[in-house]
């Protein structure tokens, strides 16, 4: 069996080599830019392919993408829409999402971001009415794998969470919301909005005026969502209100996040670079191994992209 690889360029080709040695040695793995015989490819591991490519692989089984998110795939014209789309979500991504919004959700609840910028300017400073995890309500929208890993640590540590999506969904000892008509009742009640949903036309834009508006003044956001979701001046708006405290912002319309971006400077923001949950190369080597494994066996393959949902 022959594996492609799109993910890291060329010249990660032999550490991905030396990470499938250890999980399929049996597998052949070669680099998106090799000369080989499209026939002869089984199954492709990418990050946003190059258009037409794909299709021009005529005994493709699987895609599989190298990260949690398809859109990247789904954006090329010529995708073979026959062929199913693998999403890499693994136990660690779980656990890295859910790291890296109860950073993000400490940090946002003890305004690190105002002792950052006081230590830059040799300012001490003592803050009043330091607020601890249990006052602030934390609301998910997108109640996924990643989101209920996140749900489940933030209530561990104190957090009262909650959470929403566009169907009927239930999180263990925590209030969840549905659909249109309760996600007004949601946002009214959340002092700290994680959006983790999927890319789809429902969720483009979702981040708006519309909905920070009906989140309590000096409320807090994180999104590690996709950057389509946020609609960037309306962000920009809110923070500069008042009615947005502060955010930590790690996904963006167009990375990387170019330099004349208003989002780098603005002293309610804090960027991180899309990583909130960023599998390493052994871990993506040994989900698509498992994943070729269950494929070859004729198995039902978990996290696959179901374009009636979306995601």
């Known amino acids: ?34 000369e080989i015989d499209p026939a002869t490819v089984d199954y492709a591991l990418v990050w946003a392919p190059d258009a037409g490519r794909l299709a021009t692989f005529p005994n493709l089984k699987l895609i599989i993408s190298a990260g949690a998110g398809v859109d990247h795939i789904l954006a090329d014209p010529q995708l073979p829409r026959h062929l199913s789309i693998a999403r890499m979500v693994t136990a660690r991504t779980q656990t890295e999402m859910a790291e890296f ?9 003890r305004d690190i ?11 001490w400073e003592i803050f009043d009415s330091l607020r601890v995890a249990a006052d602030m309500r934390v609301g998910i929208m997108g109640l996924g794998h990643l989101g ?13 969470v909650s959470g ?3 169907g009927a969904s239930t999180l263990d000892g925590m209030p969840s919301y549905a659909g249109a008509e309760q996600f007004g009742e949601f946002l009214s009640n959340t002092d ?23 989140l309590p003044k000096g409320a807090c956001l994180i999104n590690a969502g996709r950057g389509s979701h946020m609609v960037t001046q309306d962000v920009l708006d809110a923070l500069d209100s008042g009615h947005l405290h502060q955010a930590v912002l790690d996904v963006f319309e167009k990375e990387p996040l170019p330099p004349e971006s208003p989002l780098w400077s ?15 190369r052994r871990e993506r080597a040994r989900h698509t191994s498992l994943l070729i494994e269950a494929n070859e066996r004729g198995e039902a393959l978990p996290n696959i992209y ?3 949902r979306g995601y």
């Open 192 to 214: 700290l909005l994680v959006c983790l949903l999927p890319a789809t036309d429902a969720t483009r834009g979702i981040l708006n005026t519309a909905t920070l508006s009906q």
């Open 1 to 34: 069996m022959r594996l492609i690889i799109n993910s890291g360029g060329p010249s990660a080709i032999e550490a991905w080599r030396a990470q499938f040695r250890a999980f399929a040695p049996e597998l052949d793995v070669v680099g998106w830019h090799e």
């Open 164 to 166: 929403w999506s566009r």
């Open 266 to 280: 603005h002293p309610g923001i804090i960027i991180t670079p899309h990583c909130a949950a960023i599998p390493d």
């Open 101 to 109: 919004v109860l950073t993000s959700a400490l940090m946002l609840t």
């Open 306 to 308: 179901d374009p009636l």
């Open 113 to 123: 971001k105002r002792v950052v910028d006081n230590q830059a300017r040799g300012h």
């Open 148 to 160: 209920v890993a996140s749900a489940q640590l933030l209530s561990r540590v104190g957090f009262p």
